[in-house]
């Protein structure tokens, strides 16, 4: 028997989506705070909502306005010069909007950092917080208070002018001057990448940069229009959550409604009924949460939802899964849900956010191809019917106007269709550096403007396939093989496994790369742990043709990165460290 979702309770009034009078502009200003003091001339603006679906906020961009010009010259009155770096823990809340405009507003450099959630407890969310301020050369942190002791630790002996809540501004003196003006060419703010744990790496964003981003994302990406409106749970501190779903809509002048992360993964219908009660018409995801929908479908009634609306229901942020997007539109379809809604893009923080996204009302286009041709060929074949192995990849569009996109073999020259190789991008979005990093910088962006991205894909069509990343690719016998080909395969057909339990990832064995596999496990029988190891190395056999030693680890022990993505590298060095507490063992 389904059981019935609460409904969500109004408290106050969400900011409109319509805003007659002010004519829409896209991100074609020339700083943040431009931006802002146009958005504030109509209605609409930013609210936040719990995880009952309850509006603890609604901010008008006017409002919004007032508030950071305020805090600014608080910011600047506690000792903060122009250009100095603001660490903000990046909460859901009005605050961090408020800290973010205000640093644009002085001038200041804001990097949000992440909460504790992929940390591991206190000590190492400590220890990563402090390699962060350390790494933006941060003046002052703020965060919520419930972490102020915490900020206090990690930035012991560093030096702040400031470290607290923002409530710690409030006896301060405000400047009275005139606010200091930002420049195009000055840095935005810095985006800390999700994969950099142990040497966190700012993403140095300017201004003109954001703005090429935000301008192209809005008129052709998703083509915003008088009436559309966001809604997002993705976390401020990730591209996608600040760029796509705090300052791309305020570019834009669109309101947005934005549920907690960790409420999401509490009440994932939350989504969807704030998008059926609000009207969202733009809505970004990584694959897991929309399977995280699909999955309570089975036991929560789907009654009164009205998805008809949400026209850009967007995938991104990691390797899109094509079975996953495909229970959630049949799950979906009866509450009005259109298939070809989906809206595949690839980008990355290094690019500011967007690089390309599929053409609207396309919906997912699906390229299957000779998997064992693509291992031993780098050549992405359509398969046909009688292929023994085959893969479908998601099309991810074409390149944003004013950009470059190339694929490139070995001699770095740019390969044909089909062919699989290094994926480079050109453009205006693309990010000044790694902050503080000259080495890092040059290793990822040459003098020409060209980053490498290191992912691996393919063209088609002058759409980019994106395989997997570069880092991640196991060579066995002279075959290219795709971790997540592995950890998907294993998770569909081992009996009891869900999405986001195996870590695959290769190690130095004594002639060529050893597979390893991790797989979480909470069987406590040691027959039932010896059976579902066996069953997933013969799947393996089966399946790819490959041996692989099966190492079954304790529920929720599988790292992650800031972001929620499964991180293969820190999986790896945790194992070569021995740092799992295995649950079973059994191999070939």
């Known amino acids: ?17 319509n805003h007659p009078g002010l004519p829409r502009r896209f991100a074609d200003f020339g700083t943040i705070s431009e931006a802002l003091d146009y958005a504030a001339g109509g209605p609409t603006g930013i609210n936040f909502f719990s995880g009952k679906g309850e509006i603890t906020e609604a901010i008008p961009y006017s409002v919004l306005r007032e508030q ?32 973010f405009f205000a640093c644009q507003y002085a001038c200041l450099v804001p990097a949000p950092m992440p909460l504790p959630a992929a940390f591991g407890g206190k000590d190492g969310y400590i220890a990563h917080l402090r390699r962060m301020i350390e790494s ?45 003006k930002q420049k195009p060419d000055g840095l935005s703010y810095l985006q800390f990448s999700s994969g950099s744990t142990r040497f966190p790496l700012g993403v140095a964003v300017t201004q003109r940069a954001f703005m090429a981003n935000a301008h192209y994302t809005g008129l052709h990406g998703l083509q915003i229009a008088d009436g559309d409106r966001g809604i997002s749970w993705l976390p401020f501190y990730h591209d996608m959550g600040l760029v796509g779903f705090l300052l791309t809509p305020m570019a834009c002048q669109m309101s947005v409604d934005i549920i907690p992360t960790r409420e999401f993964a ?87 956010l967007a690089l390309t996204f599929s053409p609207l009302g396309q919906g997912m286009r699906y390229d299957t191809i000779d998997n064992t041709i693509l291992e031993s060929e780098h050549h992405a074949v359509p398969a046909a019917r009688t292929a023994g192995r085959s893969r479908s990849f998601v099309l991810c569009g074409h390149i944003l106007p004013d950009h470059e996109l190339e694929v490139r073999g070995e001699n770095e020259r ?33 003098r020409e403007g060209w980053l490498d991205t290191g992912d691996l894909g393919y063209l088609v069509e002058g759409q980019i396939v994106i395989t997997g990343r570069a880092k991640d690719l196991i060579i066995v016998n002279g075959r290219n093989i795709w971790p997540q080909d592995l950890e998907w395969t294993a998770e569909a057909e081992a009996t009891g496994l869900r ?14 790369e050893e597979i390893i596999a991790l797989v979480e496990c909470g069987k406590r029988d040691r027959g039932e742990r010896d059976a579902l190891a066996t069953e997933i190395a013969n799947i393996y056999r089966a399946r790819h043709g490959v041996e692989a030693k099966i190492v079954l680890v304790p529920r929720h022990s599988l790292p992650q990165t800031s972001s929620g993505k ?23």
């Open 1 to 17: 028997m389904k059981q019935v979702v609460d409904r969500p309770e109004h408290m106050t009034e969400p900011t409109p989506s």
């Open 68 to 99: 950071a010009i305020g805090l600014a010259r608080r910011l600047l009155g506690a000792g903060l010069k122009p250009g100095d770096r603001v660490g903000l823990i990046a909460e859901s809340d009005g605050d961090f909007a408020r800290a």
């Open 136 to 180: 933006a050369q941060a003046a002052a942190v703020f965060g919520p208070a419930m972490f102020e002791s915490w900020l206090g630790e990690a930035s012991n002996g560093l030096g702040l002018k400031v470290c607290g809540t923002l409530a710690s501004l409030d006896a301060v003196k405000p400047v009275a001057d005139d606010l200091p």
């Open 266 to 352: 509490r009440r994932p219908f939350i989504w969807l009924h704030l998008i059926t009660r609000n009207k969202a018409t733009l809505s970004f995801s990584p694959s897991f949460g929309y399977e995280l929908c699909a999955r309570r479908a089975e036991s929560l009634s789907t009654e009164g939802l009205d998805l008809s609306r949400w026209r850009g229901a967007g995938i991104g942020g990691d390797m899109i899964r094509p079975n996953v997007l495909a229970r959630f539109a049949e799950r979906f379809a009866s509450c009005g849900f259109d298939a070809k809604a989906f809206l595949p893009s690839y980008g990355m923080a290094e690019a500011t």
């Open 414 to 446: 740019p390969l044909h269709d089909r062919r699989v190789g290094r994926i480079f991008v050109r453009g205006p979005s693309l990010m000044t550096g790694y902050f503080g990093a000259p080495e890092e910088t040059a290793r990822a962006m040459s």
């Open 499 to 512: 999405s986001g339990d195996v870590a695959v990832f290769s190690v130095e064995g004594e002639t060529d």
């Open 566 to 588: 499964l991180s293969r590298s820190r999986a790896r060095a945790l194992y070569l460290a021995n740092a799992f507490a295995p649950v079973g063992v059994a191999s070939e």
